[in-house]
């Protein structure tokens, strides 16, 4: 199982700061898709992925344990 | 060396030697809203040498809560941000040599002002910018710190061409998100904690303390509590067009910008955003509305309205701002409102 983490406006439109799923063995991006829809989340896509508190593309394959954040980037200033 | 910079000194990693160091550099801010007032005005009080601040905008009265350079009087004169930062800035310091620019941070004008600048502090709005800048930094070898906030939430990642990943590493596009400070709203504490990061990091580069320059991506929401330090030592993308081994800069190049033109007779300007990902039009009325916009639309565009700004947005992105025919004013309304 893969706890997944949400920041900024993620975590309100999650509603959670934090979730459990099971990714072990999925690309980033498939898990992207696969949180998105779960959730109702535009713009994952975007989102920067961070496992185990390190940037990860979006070709790698998640073990089982991995801590998996979605950091959008955001824009003001 | 005078009194004036004794505090800074007395801190070891500075020094005098780091001062003159300080002294003999040029920072360019692009951008001078709530980071670049905040960034500037650090900057200046620790004794930079000559300071560049470029913005398209003028002081509102909304700007007052967070922008800390400016004052009510700025809103009653309408001023130019540029202007009123560099007058704010003199009377700060008056041993810097401050200039400021008045308009549109384009990849032309960003490459003339390059020239001798030694380090550029992000302080726009907009990731079109930002991807601009970027490939700027990586062409001319000048390092940038990235910042950002929007709510209670902020961001910075420091890039040193040659040595760290790049922005387009990292984000390969360019974002459309329709989360700003105009939609989701920002707290002057979020504000200034994104300075403090990129300040700090001003202040290694500028004395040249390579060793202690951040290399993680750092975010924080300081209401929710949550600080998060990303590593990049496998972000750096070999194939990336701005630091790979091909480099093609796409953000200098025309196509990959926001275009922008004047409709004849309509009193229009129509901006048209480069390889949009769509907006969610019904997720964006709903945000318009929040603001208190009147907004009508349909399945295919939405218009908005509230007192002079009007405005019709697509689903591709594409939006007509109704009521200018000035270039700067509308981009200056769609990125505060898009991003």
Redesign the interface.
């Known amino acids: 199982m893969n706890k997944v983490l949400f920041?900024?406006?993620l975590?309100d439109e999650v509603g959670e700061?934090s979730v459990t799923i099971e990714a072990t063995g999925k690309t980033v991006a498939e898990v992207k898709a696969l949180v998105a829809e779960q959730y109702k989340l535009?713009?994952l896509?975007?989102a920067?992925t961070?496992i185990n508190?390190?940037?990860?593309?979006n070709d790698e394959v998640i073990k089982d344990g991995d801590i998996i954040?979605f950091?959008?980037?955001?824009?003001?200033? | 060396m005078s009194e004036r910079y004794s505090r800074q000194t007395l801190f070891p990693p500075i020094g005098k030697d780091g001062q003159e160091r300080i002294r003999r550099k040029h920072v360019l801010i692009i951008?001078a809203?709530?980071?670049?007032s905040g960034n500037a005005e650090v900057i200046t009080r620790a004794g930079v040498g000559k300071l560049t601040i470029v913005d398209r905008d003028y002081v509102e009265a909304s700007n007052l809560q967070r922008q800390q350079l400016y004052t009510e009087e700025d809103v009653a004169e309408k001023l130019p941000k540029a202007a009123a930062a560099e007058k704010r800035l003199k009377a700060i310091n008056s041993e810097v040599e401050i200039r400021s620019m008045i308009g549109d941070a384009t990849p032309e004008k960003l490459a003339e002002l390059a020239g001798d600048v030694d380090l550029i502090i992000?302080?726009?709005?907009?990731?079109e910018t930002?991807m601009a800048i970027n490939d700027i930094s990586q062409k001319f070898e000048i390092p940038w710190i990235y910042?950002?906030?929007?709510?209670s939430?902020?961001?910075s990642f420091t890039v040193v061409p040659g040595q760290t990943?790049c922005l387009n590493c990292?984000?390969k596009?360019i974002?459309?998100?329709?989360?700003?400070?105009d939609t989701?709203g920002?707290i002057g504490p979020a504000v200034q904690m994104v300075i403090a990061h990129q300040t700090a990091e001003a202040l290694k580069i500028l004395v040249e303390d390579w060793e202690a320059v951040r290399t993680s991506?750092v975010?924080f929401?300081l209401w929710?509590n949550?600080y998060?330090?990303?590593?990049?030592?496998?972000?750096k993308?070999p194939g990336c067009l701005s630091c790979g081994e091909h480099r093609e800069y796409p953000y200098l190049n025309a196509e990959n910008m926001t275009k922008t033109s004047v409709l004849c007779g309509r009193d229009t300007v129509q901006i048209r955003p480069p390889h949009s990902?769509g907006v969610?039009l019904s997720?964006m009325a709903g945000k318009l509305k929040a603001l208190g916009y009147e907004v009508k639309g349909n399945p295919y565009l939405l218009s908005a309205e509230m007192e002079t700004n009007r405005f019709v947005l697509f689903q591709d992105g594409r939006a007509l701002i109704h009521g200018t025919k000035d270039i700067a004013q509308a981009k200056s309304l769609y990125?505060r409102l898009l991003?």
């Not at chain 2, 809203?33 to 670049?36: H, N, R, S, Y």
Request: net charge negative; aromatic share 6%.
């Open positions: 920041f900024a406006h975590r700061e535009q713009k896509d975007s920067m961070a508190e390190e940037f990860a593309p954040a950091i959008p980037p955001v824009s003001g200033g | 951008g809203g709530a980071l670049g992000d302080s726009t709005d907009n990731f930002r910042g950002a906030c929007v709510a939430f902020g961001m990943p990292l984000l596009t974002p459309i998100q329709g989360m700003t400070c989701a920002i991506f975010s929401d929710r949550q998060s330090s990303m590593k990049m030592s496998r972000a993308d990902e969610d997720d990125n991003g």
